[in-house]
């Protein structure tokens, strides 16, 4: 018997449902661990009673946005939603259709009323406490992001809304809209400690200048007793008093073009410094450039032969080729007299760095009067004189550079060495790395943003603390998952199946691909697909994770 179609009857309803769980109940985990939504809401003073999404909630939801790697846009949080257990991973009641743009908009405008490096400086020091962070080191850096739409380029810069406009891009993109980020990661777990919103337009120099006299009183809050370490951009005239005034203790690069660094470096000989570490030598020099009484650290590296050997080849030749045509062209010149030629050769010859005269004769050489070969007993009517001979290139020299270049200066108002030996200043600066590395994570195409658009800066600037927050989370994470796997002697496997104690987060958030919670009418809820492997970590990791999983 055939039965007609009735839309007027609704399907019969649906005793089982499954949800994807994956790797969201690791990041809601440490969200919670953190404290995350707790210390938004008691900052920006909002009840959850009073409100279905608070701006904790909003930013938890942006945060397993951000860190479940499939690249939506915000306008899409709700489709990203809509097969999750969301009542479980942010909070009961709470649906898909609650996180819509408005919602999450206004979330952003609410940490932006707030002050999102004040908010955040918040997040960063309860974090730090709960993880048990002691940093040595703070390490402070920037970098750039494209926007996309059309913001305030074209008005004149507000101190209190950061600058959306066009500026010098490493992408090779200044036809751009850019907004900067400049923060601070601690080495440890690699979290940002502080974080703060920068113009497009504005330079490393001054950004670390800025960065230095607004908020360092609050980076001291977080990591009192870390050395603030930066690149040669922090090092100048006008930054080094501002950090003066801060009593911080610091670390940085020289520049090499300064005249104080060249004449050093000119001086160095790393055949006499004594070693290092493995690879290193140094010595120390005093110096009080800027007005202020710092060490400097001369560093001769090995390891940077390659390198040195590129550069001084590169300027070795260009010298060279600019030396040898002067010459050629001095060959060609005729002097009226020999005292002439010799007068023109020493002006060159005072000149040159990359080559020196092997032989130098000077030739008179006769006019005469008539074109034509001169016939037999013909006198001259003139005799000029030109310069013979040719350069040679100075090998010494050449080696003396590549030597010169394979040092460098690190500068440090650490002015006892008991408290900050030379070696733990290498140490502390090669852990700039570690900013670095947080950039790449927020640049990842599967990131949450690799490009922001906006309606408004003011929600630019907010969104820029939740991609922080997002590294907060995942670094914390790693950090987590690290620390108990070696604490307890255990073991995750790798990517060949191998057993790892130092598996990244994103690997076992790939690993934890395909679990699934199962509603059905009883028991009430099953979590498919967890292998002996997700509960040995789960195990290891705490109640607070296993509750997801359970």
């Not at 100075?394 to 108002?413: G, K, M, P, S």
């Not at 070696?486 to 191998?498: I, L, M, R, S, W």
Request: proline share 7%; charged share 20%.
């Amino acid at each position: 018997m055939r039965h007609s179609y009735r839309p007027d009857i609704p399907p019969p309803p649906q005793p089982y449902r499954t949800q994807v769980l994956d790797h969201l109940g690791l990041v809601a985990g440490m969200c919670e661990e953190l404290g995350i939504t707790e210390v938004m809401d008691q900052a920006t003073q909002q009840n959850p009673a009073m409100r279905i999404v608070t701006a904790g909630h909003a930013v938890k939801a942006m945060v397993l946005n951000g860190l479940g790697f499939v690249n939506p846009q915000l306008s899409l949080v709700p489709h990203f939603f809509q097969h999750k257990p969301i009542s479980r991973l942010i909070a009961p009641g709470i649906q898909a259709s609650h996180l819509n743009d408005d919602t999450l908009g206004r979330a952003l405008e609410t940490l932006y009323d707030f002050g999102v490096t004040a908010l955040y400086s918040l997040l960063a020091a309860t974090a730090a406490a709960r993880l048990g962070l002691t940093p040595t080191f703070s390490h402070l850096d920037t970098t750039r992001f494209h926007v996309d739409g059309r913001y305030n380029s074209d008005k004149a810069p507000d101190a209190q809304v950061v600058h959306i406009t066009h500026g010098s891009s490493r992408d090779h993109r200044p036809d751009l809209n850019q907004v900067r980020l400049a923060w601070v990661v601690e080495p440890q777990a690699g979290i940002p400690v502080l974080m703060q919103p920068l113009s497009g337009n504005s330079h490393d120099g001054k950004a670390f200048g800025q960065v230095i006299s607004d908020h360092m009183a609050q980076l001291r809050t977080t990591c009192p007793s870390a050395y603030l370490v930066a690149d040669s951009a922090l090092y100048s005239a006008d930054n080094l008093p501002k950090l003066a005034e801060t009593s911080l203790k610091w670390i940085t690069r020289v520049p090499a073009t300064l005249t104080e660094a060249q004449e050093v470096l000119a001086q160095a000989q790393p055949e006499t410094m004594p070693s290092l570490a493995e690879g290193y030598r140094y010595a120390v020099v005093a110096s009080s450039y800027g007005g202020v009484a710092q060490r400097w650290v001369l560093i001769y590296s090995e390891q940077r032969q390659a390198q040195a050997q590129r550069t001084v080849d590169k300027q070795w030749r260009r010298q060279s080729d600019h030396e040898v045509q002067a010459f050629k062209r001095l060959c060609r010149t005729a002097c009226a007299c020999e005292a002439d030629a010799h007068q023109a050769l020493a002006h060159v010859v005072h000149d040159v760095q990359a080559t020196f005269l092997h032989d130098s004769p000077i030739c008179p050489t006769p006019r005469y009067g008539k074109r034509g070969r001169p016939g037999p007993g013909a006198q001259p009517d003139q005799i000029v004189y030109h310069i013979a001979g040719a350069l040679a290139s100075r090998v010494a020299a050449r080696q003396a550079l590549v030597d010169q270049q394979r040092c460098f200066i690190l500068a440090t108002n650490e002015l006892d060495e008991a408290q900050l030996p030379a070696h733990e200043v290498l140490d502390g600066y090669q852990g700039q790395a570690y900013a670095e590395r947080g950039f790449r994570f927020l640049k990842d195409p599967q990131f949450l943003a690799s490009s922001l658009y906006l309606k408004k800066p003011e929600r630019v600037r907010a969104l820029l603390m939740v991609m922080t927050v997002c590294l907060l989370v995942y670094a914390a994470l790693e950090s987590r998952i690290r620390h108990a796997l070696q604490e307890h002697g255990a073991t995750f496997p790798d990517q060949k199946g191998k057993p790892s104690q130092n598996p990244t987060a994103r690997w076992v958030f790939h690993y934890f691909v395909g679990i699934h919670v199962l509603y059905i009418p009883e028991p009430g809820l099953l979590v498919l697909n967890l292998t002996e492997e997700h509960q040995h970590l789960l195990q290891l990791l705490g109640k607070r994770y296993i509750w997801f999983y359970r």
